[in-house]
């Protein structure tokens, strides 16, 4: 189902030229949306007074802001930077949208969680997370619903979309290039498609969805193990797979072993996300 733009609303993409911000970009334009995309060379996400003045330029309706640090390993040596784009600016775009009346829209991460789940995580489940990354998304979380009415929307493992960056684009580059990836056979995910992320986004959004946390992912949870071979039987690759325990990769920054989120506020809400599956084979499909 295709969920349409509302035409009286004015849309402030910022991270415009990011993977989900690019996508995002995309879409409103294609439905003749009310549109005004920044990238990060646009508005420094580190200046509170170039936000407030692009925000009171544009006075948007919404506000959907797709930038952040995600350099994970790299955000146990740079704190300052992390918090700077997860939570500071976070801040500032919250504050800036309350004052024109604009509603924000923000994405998180799994890594808000330690992984010691054994089921997937709904949207209240404690918090806690293992690396400054994680930690600067919390506080970014926190600082985005200090504005009323504010949507947060949980996201893990994204793929899709114009700037095919993602670690699953990786596996499918590495798969038709003859090699056997590297994957986890002992990580558990829920993916998320952005195109299916910018749905339930616009979903949320027709229906003036209250405030708070969703879990915006592919339904159905793998191992990167599982991912990868669905991935291979989709391309008739017969690459063959390596399969690697998280604990023989050495990574600076700690990774949620177990990080699958439940859908259930949008499924409250008749918002049904398409399986992860699906999601893959409709990706593939796209890239031919």
């Known amino acids: 189902m295709t969920t349409p733009v509302q035409g009286s609303r004015r849309h402030l993409v910022v991270g415009a030229a990011g993977q989900l911000g690019s996508a995002f970009t995309r879409r409103l334009a294609d439905r003749g949306a009310d549109l005004i995309a920044l990238t990060r060379r646009e508005l420094d996400l580190t ?14 309706d919404v506000i959907v802001n797709c930038a952040a640090y995600n350099a994970v390993d790299q955000a146990e040596d740079d704190a300052p930077g992390a918090l700077a784009v997860n939570a500071f600016a976070v801040h500032d775009l919250a504050r800036a949208a309350s ?13 808000v969680f330690d992984g010691t789940a054994t089921t997937p995580y709904g949207e209240d489940a404690p ?19 200090e504005t009323p009415g504010s949507l947060v929307l949980r996201v893990e493992s994204l793929f899709g979309g114009p700037a095919t960056r993602s ?12 090699q056997p ?10 993916p998320s498609y952005v195109e299916d992320v910018i749905e339930a986004t616009l979903a949320l959004l027709s229906l003036d969805a209250s405030g708070g946390i969703y879990h915006c ?7 990167w193990h599982g991912l990868a071979e669905v991935i291979a039987a989709l391309l008739g690759s017969e690459a063959g797979l390596q399969g690697v325990a998280m604990s023989d990769v050495p990574m600076r920054a700690p990774r949620p072993r177990y990080c699958a ?11 049904e996300m398409p399986t992860w599956q699906d999601a893959i084979a409709r990706h593939i499909r796209s890239l031919d």
């Open 167 to 178: 670690s699953i684009d990786r596996i499918i580059q590495t798969l038709r290039s003859g």
């Open 261 to 271: 989120l439940s859908n259930s506020r949008l499924r409250a809400l008749g918002i």
């Open 127 to 145: 918090t806690n997370p293992r690396s400054v990354y994680g930690q600067s998304k919390l506080v970014g979380e926190w600082l985005a619903l």
């Open 47 to 60: 200046d509170a007074a170039a936000i407030a003045a692009a925000v009171k330029a544009a006075h948007p």
């Open 181 to 190: 990836p590297r994957v986890f056979v002992d990580r558990v995910v829920t």
């Open 99 to 111: 004052d024109v009346g604009a509603r924000l829209v923000h994405y998180s991460t799994d890594f």
């Open 217 to 223: 992912v592919n339904s159905g949870s793998t191992t």
